[in-house]
């Protein structure tokens, strides 16, 4: 397939190539004199957020808006990106992770999608990262000339004001599929394994939740504050449409260290609940769970070791407990040889038996005959990436797509020869909680 690559406001040749003239910025970061909380400051309408634990980013507006479809779309952005960057103009006096020219990134699961994947550079950026704030502001030379904008830091922090939380009247999800159903294509993807066809194939169910007159984006801050506040651990994530909270980081670059967690086999639990000291051995030991978190731990492995990764020894997997499930997760790290940006390594990464399956290009056959609809932004790579090589990408779980009156959330896991139908459908739906659980807490009977 062709790629397409455009840049906004200044749109390009439709082909993979960075643009012979990219527009030029001027980019500059400042450190604030004070910490900010930055989960309270995302405003009603934020370009793009990334929080995780008490630090994150928040941007306001686009200054660019780079996207590419196709096989090569991950290369086709990184060059773009190259070219905007190598053009602009920065002055970072902040110097702090995450300052500097930093584009928000969500790329599609196939690279048939009819979704885009995207880099949005932010016209505003807000971080906090260590307990330390910053502001970035973009502009082009003729608003630099002109002073229309807000220029100083006082200004542009004051963009960054919580917007009012909306209160949402209680809604029913409706799955894609009845439970009878969706049970029959896992037997479905099961027979496939039994046959010999795949070793793991990873399904997913959508479930449509209908707002009425409201529009959904309206509800995107209100909801990324609650999953902020709800799962720290985990990276909570929106832009464009989709929004949600992943517990699993596809690959972290900063400087030359290279840091991805693999999860992998789940247990659902009840609320804040977890799995007994007896419990958890049982579920490390478990085969049916060890064999599908070791296909999604060496499919990320071997790529890294291909691209020629030095890794750490792995002490192998442990528990990890996120509210209403408990998974199998591997840290894996490593030392990234010079010039191997963090957009090589994410095309090389995705996606990783976790959220497809093995061999890849079977799982991924079955997975879209049996879920015959375009996963878009879901179990793709979604976070930031910085024109210093540091970044974030995270896998777009626990999330939901963002349209115009729905929030349609999508959710699954890995089977393998021995996965039992009940239990699998019981584990996508926990796999809904987060977003679920986040709107109910906008909901009230007289709205």
Same mark, same amino acid.
């Given at each position: 397939?062709?790629?397409?690559?455009?840049?906004?406001?200044?749109?390009?040749?439709?082909?993979?190539?960075?643009?012979?003239?990219?527009?030029?910025?001027?980019?500059?970061?400042?450190?604030?004199?004070?910490?900010?909380?930055?989960?309270?400051?995302?405003?009603?309408?934020?370009?793009?957020?990334?929080?995780?634990?008490?630090?994150?980013?928040?941007?306001?507006?686009?200054?660019?808006?780079?996207?590419?479809?196709?096989?090569?779309?991950?290369?086709?952005?990184?060059?773009?990106?190259?070219?905007?960057?190598?053009?602009?103009?920065?002055?970072?006096?902040?110097?702090?992770?995450?300052?500097?020219?930093?584009?928000?990134?969500?790329?599609?699961?196939?690279?048939?999608?009819?979704?885009?994947?995207?880099?949005?550079?932010?016209?505003y950026l807000l971080g906090s990262v260590d307990g330390c704030a910053f502001l970035?502001?973009?502009?082009?030379?003729?608003?630099?000339?002109?002073?229309?904008?807000?220029?100083?830091?006082?200004?542009?922090?004051?963009?960054?004001?919580?917007?009012?939380?909306?209160?949402?009247?209680?809604?029913?999800?409706?799955?894609?599929?009845?439970?009878?159903?969706?049970?029959?294509?896992?037997?479905?993807?099961?027979?496939?394994?039994?046959?010999?066809?795949?070793?793991?194939?990873?399904?997913?169910?959508?479930?449509?939740?209908?707002?009425?007159?409201?529009?959904?984006?309206?509800?995107?801050?209100?909801?990324?504050?609650?999953?902020?506040?709800?799962?720290?651990?985990?990276?909570?994530?929106?832009?464009?449409?989709?929004?949600?909270?992943?517990?699993?980081?596809?690959?972290?670059?900063?400087?030359?260290?290279?840091?991805?967690?693999?999860?992998?086999?789940?247990?659902?639990?009840?609320?804040?609940?977890?799995?007994?000291?007896?419990?958890?051995?049982?579920?490390?030991?478990?085969?049916? #769970?060890?064999? +599908?978190?070791?296909?999604?731990? =060496?499919?990320?492995?071997?790529? @890294? &070791?291909? !691209?020629?990764?030095?890794? /750490?020894?792995?002490?192998?997997?442990?528990?990890?407990?996120?509210?209403?499930?408990?998974?199998?997760?591997?840290?894996?790290?490593?030392?990234?040889?010079?010039?191997?940006?963090?957009?090589?390594?994410?095309?090389?990464?995705?996606?990783?038996a976790a959220v497809s399956g093995t061999p890849l290009s079977v799982a991924n056959?079955?997975?879209?005959?049996?879920?015959?609809?375009?996963?878009?932004?879901?179990?793709?790579?979604?976070?930031?990436?910085?024109?210093?090589?540091?970044?974030?990408?995270?896998?777009?779980?626990?999330?939901?797509?963002?349209?115009?009156?729905?929030?349609?959330?999508?959710?699954?896991?890995?089977?393998?020869?021995?996965?039992?139908?009940?239990? #699998?459908?019981? +584990?996508?739906?926990?796999?809904? =909680?987060?977003?679920?659980?986040? @709107? &109910?807490? !906008?909901?009230?009977?007289? /709205?």
């Open positions: 397939m062709r790629n397409n690559v455009d840049i906004m406001p200044i749109l390009l040749a439709p082909d993979a190539h960075p643009p012979v003239d990219p527009p030029r910025f001027s980019v500059r970061s400042v450190q604030l004199d004070s910490p900010v909380t930055i989960a309270e400051r995302i405003p009603e309408d934020p370009s793009a957020l990334w929080l995780h634990g008490s630090g994150g980013l928040i941007g306001i507006g686009e200054a660019a808006r780079l996207e590419a479809t196709g096989a090569d779309r991950f290369d086709a952005l990184a060059r773009a990106f190259r070219a905007v960057s190598d053009n602009a103009e920065v002055e970072d006096l902040a110097n702090l992770r995450g300052s500097g020219l930093v584009a928000f990134a969500s790329f599609s699961y196939s690279p048939g999608s009819s979704r885009p994947s995207r880099l949005v550079i932010p016209r970035t502001i973009v502009s082009t030379e003729n608003e630099a000339a002109v002073g229309t904008s807000p220029t100083s830091a006082e200004q542009v922090l004051a963009l960054f004001q919580a917007g009012k939380s909306p209160t949402v009247a209680p809604r029913a999800m409706r799955p894609a599929h009845s439970g009878e159903a969706y049970r029959g294509l896992v037997k479905e993807a099961v027979q496939e394994i039994d046959d010999g066809v795949a070793e793991k194939i990873v399904l997913s169910e959508r479930f449509e939740i209908d707002l009425g007159a409201l529009e959904a984006k309206s509800l995107v801050p209100a909801l990324a504050s609650q999953l902020s506040r709800r799962y720290p651990t985990a990276w909570t994530f929106a832009l464009d449409d989709i929004v949600g909270a992943s517990p699993e980081m596809l690959v972290r670059t900063e400087g030359s260290t290279v840091f991805s967690r693999v999860l992998a086999g789940s247990r659902p639990v009840s609320g804040d609940e977890e799995l007994s000291a007896e419990e958890r051995e049982t579920f490390l030991h478990d085969p049916k #769970e060890r064999s +599908e978190h070791d296909f999604a731990a =060496r499919s990320v492995r071997e790529p @890294l &070791e291909r !691209l020629g990764v030095r890794l /750490a020894p792995s002490e192998g997997p442990f528990v990890l407990h996120v509210p209403g499930i408990e998974h199998l997760a591997t840290d894996i790290r490593g030392v990234a040889p010079e010039g191997l940006g963090i957009l090589e390594i994410a095309g090389a990464l995705h996606p990783s056959e079955v997975i879209a005959r049996l879920e015959r609809v375009d996963r878009a932004g879901y179990a793709s790579p979604v976070g930031w990436i910085g024109a210093d090589g540091d970044g974030e990408l995270a896998i777009a779980l626990r999330m939901a797509h963002v349209g115009a009156t729905t929030l349609t959330v999508q959710a699954g896991g890995g089977l393998v020869s021995d996965s039992d139908p009940l239990t #699998e459908h019981a +584990e996508a739906l926990a796999k809904t =909680r987060p977003i679920v659980r986040a @709107l &109910e807490a !906008l909901s009230s009977p007289e /709205a």
